[in-house]
């Protein structure tokens, strides 16, 4: 799967990513695809993202498309901007919202992280945002990066991305569907 991380620490905040996707054991890391970066950059907005690799191209397909500026500054904006892509998933991209029949809502079957100069967002599959006020990871190797990043969090001598490429290392290191290099982005907050 992969690890993907965002840390907001001072005025600045970071998101980073490794780059290996995966096929059940069959792995194609950097070394032998060029499109291997996980962030998808729009205007001041950094997403990370985590499930189907076509995820990505379809986010980038709907980010070029977009009429206007996308509100991306509150809960609130972000949350309509999910409902309007999650839409645009099911009408334009054939995505299969459904995985089981018991869950209350839709998915858009990937877990996404925002970075941009108002602050850090964790997005669910099913729409739901948080705004975050130190780190967050979503993946396969989510749980070492978390713990990394705790420890590392309270070093004043690091910065966001330095924390940030720490929880991406501490994924690489210990799960199997994580691998280097890593791609990581600051961000000035506002």
Known sequence: MTT???????????????????YGSQLESATYIKNNKKIVKHKD????LTGWSASQTVLEDFLQKVDGDLK??????????????????KDEYYVRAEKNNSDAFESSRANMLLANPSGIYALSEYRYVKELSRFYSYGSGSDYALGAMYVAYGDKTKSAADIAKIGVKAGAEFDDSTGLPITCHKIKLK
């Open 4 to 22: 993907i991380v965002v840390v907001k620490k001072g005025k600045e905040a970071a998101i980073a990513a490794d780059t290996l996707t995966t």
């Open 45 to 48: 907005n950094f997403f990370a």
């Open 72 to 89: 991306l500054s509150t809960e609130k904006e972000i949350f309509n901007t999910l409902v309007e892509f999650h839409k645009t998933l």
